[in-house]
């Protein structure tokens, strides 16, 4: 996926930002800079390694039950993750003109460019000509920019409702069990992750302290056991649609009440396994901390790989579907991914990731 979403810097947590910051130091208007929170640029950057080793291991699940054991576990946390922390980070988006700003053009403005950019290159690298360029139906990773938009737009009305959480659970449910919602804006996506977002919105740094107490690590080592085991085990039997969340229950061949138990379900093991994701992100300054900045590049742009990789059958060779491939396999993605987010990277892409569009507004 994104799967996946992550534009512009997050520089504190009173500044409405999203999970995926953006390389540019500088602020777009008259607040001070203040310093970034290692911590939370560590959990960014593992969040989006995983989002690569998820996409390279995808075409391995066919094969293997391990594989496919891992993808789930990882699929079950890894966006709700970055959805999380974008909610985490859009706290105080309030509609102020500067902050609308930041919104178009770190989100919006990226959303058409790399819309318009992976549909073209799936006609060139796919041969598939009739590949539309719809900005209304999203493709692929840019998904995750639309639902930003959206969600982040709804923020101050998140804000004022009694019951934020169990209101954006029971939409996410009604989703589930909605098949004609369609495709324009990856709206099932938008509405069954909504409530990561929410929860993200009312998050307080007590919280993420609590999560990285001793006990907690200590505790979220057998938890990620049971969930891989527990993944080995349905891995056969469940179908792996379940954990994108863009199709309904009756869209998955299921009754609609099972829309009702998987959406809760998921959000219950999803929130536990990024708290245990969250509880084992390093707190101090790593090597990888700076990467931090860069991980929208590192989503968007390793797109075009991992559909490249599909598009020329580079899962054709056989001894990629071997253990020692597997390991290959994953070790390229983290590696790939680590490359793009990396400030050469920034630096080359920023006109399309991080466009200065000072031009476009009026002057204040």
Not at 8 to 17: I, L, Q, S
Not at 319 to 331: C, D, K, M, R, S
Request: proline share 6%; with cysteine; glycine share 6%.
């Amino acid at each position: 996926m994104f799967h996946a979403a992550t534009t512009t810097a997050v520089k504190n947590t009173e500044r409405p930002r999203i999970a995926s910051p953006s390389s540019r130091g500088d602020v777009r208007g008259a607040e001070p800079v203040k310093q970034r929170d290692a911590y939370f640029d560590n959990v960014k950057y593992l969040a989006i390694v995983l989002v690569g080793m998820g996409h390279g291991w995808q075409p391995l699940t066919a094969d293997s039950r391990a594989a496919e054991a891992l993808y789930m576990t990882v699929y079950a946390f890894h966006m709700p993750a970055f959805i999380l922390i974008s909610g985490y980070f859009s706290r105080s988006f309030d509609m102020r003109p500067d902050r609308l700003k930041r919104l178009v053009t770190g989100v919006l403005v990226p959303y058409v460019v790399f819309e318009v950019a992976y549909s073209l290159f799936k006609r060139w690298a796919d041969d598939a000509p009739g590949q539309p360029i719809s900005l209304l139906d999203p493709w692929y990773l840019t998904w995750f920019l639309a639902a930003l938009f959206i969600w982040r737009l709804t923020t101050p009305l998140w804000q004022l409702v009694r019951w934020p959480v169990p209101l954006s659970l029971a939409i996410a449910v009604l989703a589930s069990l909605s098949p004609s919602i369609g495709n324009d804006l990856d709206l099932q996506r938008v509405l069954q992750f909504l409530p990561f977002f929410v929860v993200g919105l009312f998050l307080k740094p007590e919280h993420f302290q609590l999560v990285r107490r001793r006990e907690v690590r200590r505790l979220s080592v057998p938890v990620f056991a049971c969930a891989v085991a527990f993944a080995y085990w349905a891995a056969p039997r469940m179908n792996v649609e379940w954990f994108y969340h863009r199709d309904s229950a009756q869209e998955l061949a299921a009754p609609w009440w099972s829309g009702v138990l998987m959406t809760l379900g998921f959000f219950v093991c999803s929130m536990v396994l990024v708290a245990c994701f969250l509880a084992w992100v390093p707190r101090r300054h790593m090597w990888f901390t700076v990467l931090g900045a860069g991980t929208l590049y590192g989503y968007l742009l390793h797109g075009f790989l991992a559909k490249g990789s599909r598009f020329w059958d580079w899962y054709d060779l056989e001894w990629l579907h071997t253990p020692l491939g597997a390991i290959f396999v994953t070790a390229v993605s983290g590696v790939v991914v680590t490359l793009l987010c990396t400030a050469p990277v920034r630096r080359l892409f920023g006109f399309a990731v991080e466009p200065r569009l000072d031009w476009a507004f009026k002057r204040r």
